[in-house]
């Protein structure tokens, strides 16, 4: 997680200060959504997936409401001194994100930082328009199967690698009308370096952030034409993820309203689709 705690600093150094308003926490999905007011008195929000499948979210998370209202920051290094964990994890990359949003929303901050962005609205995402990426004689590594994005770049690409961290039967196909072989191949995390130092383009999901593998993914794809980072978790100001070897981010960012936080909590954490969602096209200035 240096990750997030290099990005704190960035966005502290910048001038961002806000306090912790909100936290809205599903068990489906799963999801951590924060919300940070700004001095001004605007809001930031940000999101985080918490893998909760695996991990599990804690019984009592009441701790979190003694922190409502007080600096962002300190909120932030009293979660960095508790016992290491995913959920914790999702917390501080979505107060992280919050925090970010005033860069994040519009893109128009980053491009007074040097980046060059663009915003794209459901169905239109970059994800989904593999060939901004990929060409036809590509291999294609993905830390993270995506339901849409994979099977788009496997008609692009010559072969598509996924390497996962649930079991791998979660993600079996029986298909008795099947008339030729797929060319997505599925392998077990603990395969990640094999599969990742031999591909072309490399999608990263932002979850990699909060399950501590993100740094390890990308020394194993060093090698690779293009690295990119995807999702509502990796909606932080992308200095730190660059700086690292990150090519490409490709977060989704959430609209600030009161609107959204309903409809997001009404529906446990179902965003997709949903008005006003958008995903940044974030790369280095050349």
Same mark, same amino acid.
């Given at each position: 997680m240096d990750i997030i705690k290099d990005t704190i600093k960035e966005i502290e150094n910048l001038g961002i200060c806000g306090t912790l308003s909100n936290v809205v926490i599903t068990r489906i999905g799963p999801w951590t959504l924060s919300y940070v007011r700004y001095d001004d008195g605007t809001t930031g929000c940000g999101c985080a997936n918490n893998e909760a499948e695996r991990e599990g979210?804690?019984?009592?998370v009441s701790f979190i409401?003694?922190?409502l209202n007080l600096d962002a920051y300190e909120v932030l290094d009293e979660l960095e001194g508790l016992e290491n964990s995913v959920f914790i994890n999702s917390l501080r990359t979505s107060i992280t994100s919050a925090l970010s949003y005033r860069l994040m929303n519009d893109g128009n901050e980053l491009k007074k930082e040097g980046y060059d962005t +663009?915003?794209?609205?459901?169905?239109n995402t970059p994800l989904l328009n593999p060939l901004k990426f990929v060409k036809s004689s @590509?291999?294609?590594a993905m830390a993270g199967f995506h339901m849409m994005a994979t099977p788009l770049c496997a008609?692009?690409?010559? +072969?598509?690698h996924v390497t996962e961290l649930m079991d791998l039967k979660q993600l079996s196909l029986i298909d008795?009308?099947? @008339?030729e072989e797929s060319n997505i191949k599925i392998f077990p995390a603990?395969?990640?370096k094999e599969v990742l130092s031999g591909a072309d383009v490399v999608y990263l999901t932002g979850e990699t952030v909060v399950n501590g593998t993100l740094n390890d993914l990308l020394e194993f794809s060093k090698n690779a034409r293009t690295r990119i980072i995807y999702g509502p978790t990796s909606a932080f100001y992308p200095k730190v993820l660059f700086e690292r070897g990150v090519d490409v981010s490709l977060p989704v960012i959430f609209p600030n309203t009161p609107d959204f936080q309903r409809r997001f909590a009404l529906s446990r954490g179902y965003w997709y689709s949903m008005k006003d969602v958008k995903q940044m096209l974030i790369k280095r200035r050349e």
């Amino acid at each position: 997680m240096d990750i997030i705690k290099d990005t704190i600093k960035e966005i502290e150094n910048l001038g961002i200060c806000g306090t912790l308003s909100n936290v809205v926490i599903t068990r489906i999905g799963p999801w951590t959504l924060s919300y940070v007011r700004y001095d001004d008195g605007t809001t930031g929000c940000g999101c985080a997936n918490n893998e909760a499948e695996r991990e599990g979210i804690p019984e009592d998370v009441s701790f979190i409401k003694d922190m409502l209202n007080l600096d962002a920051y300190e909120v932030l290094d009293e979660l960095e001194g508790l016992e290491n964990s995913v959920f914790i994890n999702s917390l501080r990359t979505s107060i992280t994100s919050a925090l970010s949003y005033r860069l994040m929303n519009d893109g128009n901050e980053l491009k007074k930082e040097g980046y060059d962005t +663009e915003a794209y609205h459901a169905p239109n995402t970059p994800l989904l328009n593999p060939l901004k990426f990929v060409k036809s004689s @590509d291999v294609v590594a993905m830390a993270g199967f995506h339901m849409m994005a994979t099977p788009l770049c496997a008609e692009v690409a010559t +072969e598509v690698h996924v390497t996962e961290l649930m079991d791998l039967k979660q993600l079996s196909l029986i298909d008795f009308n099947a @008339d030729e072989e797929s060319n997505i191949k599925i392998f077990p995390a603990d395969k990640s370096k094999e599969v990742l130092s031999g591909a072309d383009v490399v999608y990263l999901t932002g979850e990699t952030v909060v399950n501590g593998t993100l740094n390890d993914l990308l020394e194993f794809s060093k090698n690779a034409r293009t690295r990119i980072i995807y999702g509502p978790t990796s909606a932080f100001y992308p200095k730190v993820l660059f700086e690292r070897g990150v090519d490409v981010s490709l977060p989704v960012i959430f609209p600030n309203t009161p609107d959204f936080q309903r409809r997001f909590a009404l529906s446990r954490g179902y965003w997709y689709s949903m008005k006003d969602v958008k995903q940044m096209l974030i790369k280095r200035r050349e």
